[in-house]
């Protein structure tokens, strides 16, 4: 099945820094690769998401890459501010409607 | 987006007593609904996944008849831990897609969790 790999487990920024959090994933056959955010004792929440017939995507301060070749796709948060302290998990899913296989996820520390 | 809710949000039980957590998804249909189980600071590990109208698929190491599912309609799956010990105390969540073919992207919806207690 499905690993993925997330590096790293915790990451400290200041204010108005870029974090960057990165993934690896086994399977060739993934195609679709989400990124969540999850406050404490929240859902996660979709924050963006990649397809593997795209190389980058971007929303706002929110970019993701992927390298299909390498297996590993990245997430790119600039202007950090406080808000975006959480804990962040990556995922992907084998082609067809099935279900998530996620990565250990990285909390994510900007101090103002 | 679409929308997926789970009740109760938080249950405290005693050791022994079972406990049912639902999950509906409000503006949609899926014949498939996966729960998943988060220790605290962990990730989100998938126990089983709900199929409508037939039985579940469990996950390796995860008791079928510790954790009962039943996905009796395309709308609402159930998850109950029977006979529950402390040790059975975690975040529960669950998450569906739309069907295929209604237009849906693909994307996983996740319910807001239950915090199970078990004392």
């Known amino acids: 099945g499905e690993n993925v790999e997330q590096h790293p487990s915790t990451l400290s920024v200041q204010e108005g820094d870029s974090a960057v959090i990165k993934c690896t994933y086994s399977?060739?056959?993934?195609?679709?690769f989400p990124w969540y955010k999850q406050e404490l004792g929240k859902r996660p929440q979709l924050i963006i998401d990649i397809r593997s017939n795209v190389g980058e995507k971007k929303d706002q301060r929110i970019a993701v890459t992927l390298n299909k070749t390498a297996k590993h796709f990245s997430l790119h948060i600039t202007e950090t501010q406080p808000e975006d302290s959480a804990v962040y998990f990556c995922?992907?899913?084998?082609?067809?409607?099935?279900?998530?296989?996620f990565g250990k996820g990285t909390m994510l520390l900007v101090s103002p | 987006g679409a929308v997926v809710s789970q009740h109760p949000s938080w249950v405290i039980c005693k050791s022994g007593t079972s406990v049912k957590i639902e999950c509906r998804s409000l503006d949609f249909q899926a014949t498939t609904m996966f729960w998943y189980r988060q220790f605290p600071k962990q990730s989100l590990m998938l126990m089983a996944t709900s199929n409508e109208g037939s039985k579940a698929t469990y996950e390796q190491g995860v008791e079928k008849d510790k954790f009962l599912i039943n996905h009796a309609s395309l709308t609402l799956s159930t998850l109950t831990v029977t006979s529950a010990h402390p040790e059975d105390s975690s975040f529960y969540i669950c998450?569906?897609?739309?069907?295929?073919?209604?237009?849906?992207?693909?994307?996983?919806?996740f319910g807001e969790g239950s915090r199970l207690t078990v004392l």
């Open positions: 995922a992907a899913r084998f082609a067809g409607y099935s279900t998530l296989t």
């Open positions: 998450s569906a897609s739309p069907l295929p073919g209604t237009g849906s992207t693909g994307e996983l919806f």
């Open positions: 399977d060739s056959a993934s195609n679709y």
